[in-house]
């Protein structure tokens, strides 16, 4: 398969998702949101130009991992695994502790006005907000980190716990601060290795993409209904 037939379905959602992100850019002016929301835009944004510009200027052989395949029905099972096996882990974490969940999952209807949206409107508006910004920017954003580490040092091990490091200590610092903090790490730790696999296995983005942004929507309807 070609490079550009395989990029077809990456390129439509992050055009989609462009128009998205202009729609929360304008829902979320003026209130608490409005900043989280300007720095998942410009995160997703860096990274596209990232992986632009290393696929342009370093190709794709030899990479770390191949994310550009199309979406395909037979990977359903595995992303629904990643999904299960990261709502376990989390939910074991969280047991016992006043935490909503091992993984930060920002809720954009906390911070509009009741009279704005109906209640079936703002769960789809969160619902949103977590698929095609916030999942996809943190994916996004792991991913070039990841195959710029590789091509640096070669060392594979160093270019996926790294970023997927990062990534944990900081979500589960935003999710909850506490003497169990470690047990959020480790289980977003274990949640990005997860996703990561997912990737791997998939070759597409766009997979773990959409895991990540299933479990967000659980934690987001577990939290509305």
């Known amino acids: 398969m070609s490079s550009r037939s395989a990029s077809r379905d990456l390129l439509i959602f992050n055009v989609a998702a462009g128009m998205a992100a202009i729609h929360f850019m304008l829902s979320t002016s003026g209130t608490p949101l409005e900043r989280v929301t300007w720095a998942y835009i410009i995160m997703w944004l860096i990274s596209l130009i990232l992986l632009a510009w290393m696929r342009m ?30 709502s376990i882990l989390c939910n074991l974490a969280v047991s016992g502790v006043s935490a909503a969940g ?8 906390l911070w509009t ?23 996809n920017a943190e994916e996004n954003m792991k991913l070039a980190a990841m195959l710029a580490i590789y091509r640096k040092t070669r060392n594979r091990w160093l270019s996926i716990l790294l970023p997927v490091g990062f990534w944990a200590v900081l979500h589960a610092y935003q999710a909850y601060t506490g003497p169990y903090l470690w047990i959020m790490v480790l289980a977003a730790f274990a949640s990005g290795l997860i996703l990561f696999k997912l990737l791997e296995e998939t070759r597409s983005l766009e997979n773990a993409i959409i895991a990540h942004g299933v479990y967000n929507s659980i934690v987001v309807l577990a939290r509305l209904l």
């Open 57 to 86: 200027y370093g190709g794709e052989r030899g990479d770390l991992v191949d994310y550009d395949e199309n979406l395909k029905r037979r990977h359903l099972s595995l992303v629904f695994g990643a999904v299960a096996a990261i």
């Open 102 to 109: 091992a993984i930060y999952v920002p809720q954009p209807s």
């Open 113 to 135: 006005m009741p009279q704005t949206l109906s209640r079936v409107s703002a769960i789809a508006n969160d619902l949103l907000y977590n698929f095609v910004l916030v999942a």
